[in-house]
């Protein structure tokens, strides 16, 4: 037994306090502090960054200041890393001896696809990508009332576009329709539309459910396009389908059926398409102030094929078969008794390869080759009242008695590089390369026939780079050299646009761009010693986007140089210009289930081409055009309602006359036309949402443009006096549509209901 007295307690308890003592002064004077800031490049505080002494344990994370601070027994040279979520990460060197450190980091934003700004100035985009946030998705050109599920007509609901009934194509912002051009997977489509009817405007040849993809430039494209004077509609063709697919369709006007069939490897695919349009029945119901001698019908064919590569990449080809007929009867304007009897047969085949590779180390390459072929056979013929072939002697009537034959062919083949540069900055370089062949044999009423032939060697070289400087400042700069042996004249075209992002979701953009395009064909028939026409664009917008809202407000001008006059020679001395305002609003989300846009342009444009006597607000533009798209599904019905108002202010128009005595052309005379005002209506029944075991799923579609049958009239046809003035007005004051859809193998129903809740 031990025994331990009060002093010898108090003793040891002494000497072990003395050694804890020592050893705590020795370990706290053993650690040395590590301390400082994280900021990044704009001297924000970068709260909740993490720093770590590499291959230790110690470290620390910033507090709300942005400050840091532990204590490390370590000794010697170290690595210091500091890391934030969206910024670069940082190493740091460092020594530590017996003082303390204190370290201040300014970390660089990391740039990412997700996060960064894009360019937006003229450029609405439309895709079915997952991250996109995109203004339309495919589905919007088939569920937009009384468009019909033409992708220009829906494209006419978006600010730039002018609602112009009586000619095919897309009028923006001061531009004829000529100067829009539509590209599929890189290439040129030579013949968009069905060919022209006179003071009918055509439908474009394509169907929506092709495309992934749609961007609608109103100016400031990319370099990697050309010819396009004022806008471009680039489309970019689905890859594989999801699953295989068979489809069955009949409506009021034609019939269809079609396949895709997915390889069980889901590596491959195929499909074909086939459409017959006949209106004889609907014609018979609905009439139209034509009187038709031939019933308008089209065939319709297509086929595809597309492959994946063990690269990734993916070849895709595409061809479609196009024959239709028409002919129609309308009185002549020259004469009360005669009648103008017009006559066109068309052929039309178009094919277009294209493959997409990874190269490795950054590259990508796009391959592009398109060959079409398109052949018209038109006639006009002045008939008595009879409907038999007649000459009168006079030369303004009999002029328009002739046939023409026409074939235009256009082979095409491009080649775009890409290389990542740094981060997701990328370099774009490639060239192309067309062969443009255009034969037309004219024959008038004295059997005389001309023959006219246009060849073209067009080449081109562009480069582009995306620079992504932060994920708030971004920059687009690239350049054109292009050549054409029939002008036998180059032209190198600038681009230049650049984003700012202004705060969450919202960005400013800039652009800058010179674009050339070739006179139409029909003027260089006449003279080919023309130049390159030519206009400048200038752009400011700004853009708040999410996925539920967007808010986009635009100004532009345009200054055009060497237009095409036809007077006193044909020359390039027409000049002009446009500029305005565009306002876009669209909003999914304030009231539940209902989906909606606005669009709203002004515009102000003159221009001195063909044979104006000076400049002049084009027959084609209005000054103010706003359209309303709504978008309603009423699940307990399982029906979808679609309505789309468009409004435009009067378009001016014009009876230029060529005056004998100053030889020149003036106006004999002139006004403005009544403004345009309709309300397009469709509505979708999808039965079978809801039935979880169905095989056969259907939608049932039925439409009407005009509802509220406005007196629409686009403007003035003279005679050849100017006595007679005759108004141009749609063929029928409405259009009227039924359909049903059928699909076997994938459920498309749900597509219509999501892209509206």
């Given at each position: 037994m031990f025994v331990f007295s009060k002093r010898k307690l108090t003793m040891q308890k002494a000497f072990i306090s003395s050694i804890?003592?020592?050893?705590?002064?020795?370990?706290?004077?053993?650690?040395?502090?590590?301390?400082?800031?994280?900021?990044d490049n704009r001297n924000h505080i970068l709260a909740g960054s993490t720093i770590t002494l590499k291959t230790t344990y110690d470290g620390a994370?910033?507090?709300?200041?942005?400050?840091?601070?532990?204590?490390?027994?370590?000794?010697?040279?170290?690595?210091?890393?500091?890391?934030?979520?969206?910024?670069?990460?940082?190493?740091?060197?460092?020594?530590?001896?017996?003082?303390?450190?204190?370290?201040?980091?300014?970390l660089k934003e990391e740039v990412n696809e997700l996060k960064a700004v894009t360019v937006t100035a003229g450029t609405f985009e439309a895709s079915d990508r997952k991250k996109a946030v995109t203004v339309l998705n495919s589905l919007d050109i088939y569920t937009t009332g009384g468009a019909n599920a033409d992708i220009t007509a829906t494209v006419k609901t978006l600010p730039g576009a002018q609602q112009v009934g009586e000619q095919e194509g897309l009028f923006v912002r001061g531009g004829a329709g000529y100067e829009t051009k539509q590209f599929i997977d890189g290439t040129l489509v030579n013949n968009p539309y069905y060919t022209s009817v006179p003071d009918l405007a055509q439908r474009g040849r394509f169907a929506p459910n092709l495309f992934k993809g749609t961007v609608f430039t109103t100016g400031g494209y990319s370099a990697l396009y050309g010819e396009a004077l004022s806008a471009a509609l680039i489309l970019e063709s689905i890859d594989l389908p999801d699953k295989s697919e068979a489809t069955a369709s009949i409506s009021t006007v034609f019939v269809g059926t079609g396949l895709q069939q997915l390889a069980k490897n889901k590596k491959s695919s195929y499909g074909f398409n086939y459409g017959y349009t006949n209106v004889y029945p609907y014609f018979q119901i609905v009439k139209q102030t034509p009187d038709y001698f031939k019933v308008p019908q089209f065939h319709n064919a297509d086929f595809n094929f597309r492959v994946k590569t063990k690269k990734g990449g993916i070849i895709k080809y595409y061809t479609t078969f196009a024959h239709n007929s028409l002919g129609l009867r309308r009185p002549n304007i020259d004469s009360l008794t005669l009648?103008?009897?017009?006559?066109?047969?068309?052929?039309?085949?178009?094919?277009?390869?294209?493959?997409?590779?990874?190269?490795?180390?950054?590259?990508?390459?796009?391959?592009?080759?398109?060959?079409?072929?398109?052949?018209?056979?038109?006639?006009?013929?002045i008939q008595n009242q009879n409907n038999q072939y007649v000459t009168t002697g006079l030369f303004y009537i009999d002029s328009t008695n002739f046939t023409l034959n026409s074939k235009q062919d256009l082979s095409q083949i491009k080649a775009v590089f890409e290389k990542k540069i740094t981060g997701i900055s990328v370099l774009r370089f490639g060239g192309e390369y067309w062969y443009a062949y255009s034969k037309n044999i004219y024959g008038n009423a004295a059997g005389v026939n001309y023959t006219s032939v246009l060849q073209d060697h067009f080449k081109a070289a562009f480069a582009e780079a995306d620079l992504y400087i932060t994920n708030n400042i971004a920059a687009k700069i690239g350049g054109r050299l292009e050549h054409s042996s029939l002008l036998n004249q180059a032209n190198i075209a600038p681009r230049i646009s650049f984003a700012y992002k202004t705060g969450k979701d919202a960005q400013m953009s800039l652009a800058y761009g010179t674009f050339y395009q070739k006179p139409e064909n029909i003027q260089l028939f006449y003279n080919t010693n023309l130049n390159y026409t030519k206009a400048t664009h200038y752009i400011i917008n700004y853009q708040k986007m999410n996925r539920d809202y967007t808010f986009r407000v635009e100004a532009f001008y345009k200054k055009y140089d060497n237009l095409v006059k036809t007077f006193p020679t044909y020359n390039n001395s027409g000049s002009g210009y446009a500029q305005g305002v565009e306002l876009f609003w669209r909003d999914k989300k304030t009231i539940k289930g209902f989906d909606y846009w606005v669009s709203y342009s002004y515009l102000d444009t003159k221009r001195d081409y063909l044979n104006y006597p000076q400049q002049l607000q084009p027959s084609f533009a209005a000054g103010h055009t706003f359209s309303l798209v709504t978008k309603?599904?009423?699940?307990?019905?399982?029906?979808?309602?679609?309505?789309?108002?468009?409004?435009?202010?009067?378009?001016?128009?014009?009876?230029?006359?060529?005056?004998?005595?100053?030889?020149?052309?003036v106006i004999a005379d002139q006004g403005t036309a009544k403004p345009y005002s309709a309300l397009g209506f469709s509505m979708n029944y999808v039965p079978s949402v809801g039935k979880t075991n169905a095989k056969t799923f259907w939608v049932f579609?039925?439409?009407?443009?005009?509802?509220?049958?406005?007196?629409?009239?686009?403007?003035?046809?003279?005679s050849y006096n100017g006595k007679n003035k005759e108004a141009i007005t749609p063929a029928a004051p409405q259009f009227f549509f039924i359909g049903v859809f059928l699909s076997w193998g994938v459920d498309r129903t749900q597509d219509a209901i999501n892209n509206n809740l």
């Open positions: 804890f003592f020592l050893l705590s002064s020795t370990i706290c004077f053993s650690q040395i502090k590590i301390s400082g800031t994280v900021k994370i910033t507090d709300s200041t942005g400050s840091f601070s532990f204590k490390t027994f370590e000794k010697g040279d170290f690595i210091l890393e500091i890391k934030s979520i969206g910024y670069k990460t940082v190493e740091q060197k460092i020594t530590i001896g017996k003082d303390p450190i204190n370290l201040d980091f300014l009648k103008n009897a017009f006559g066109l047969t068309n052929t039309n085949w178009y094919n277009n390869l294209s493959w997409r590779e990874n190269l490795g180390n950054g590259w990508k390459m796009n391959l592009g080759l398109s060959y079409s072929t398109n052949k018209d056979d038109i006639s006009n013929q309603k599904f009423i699940l307990p019905i399982k029906t979808g309602f679609n309505f789309t108002y468009t409004y435009a202010t009067g378009r001016p128009y014009y009876d230029i006359m060529y005056n004998t005595s100053s030889s020149k052309f579609v039925a439409s009407v443009t005009n509802v509220l049958n406005n007196n629409l009239i686009y403007g003035y046809n003279y």
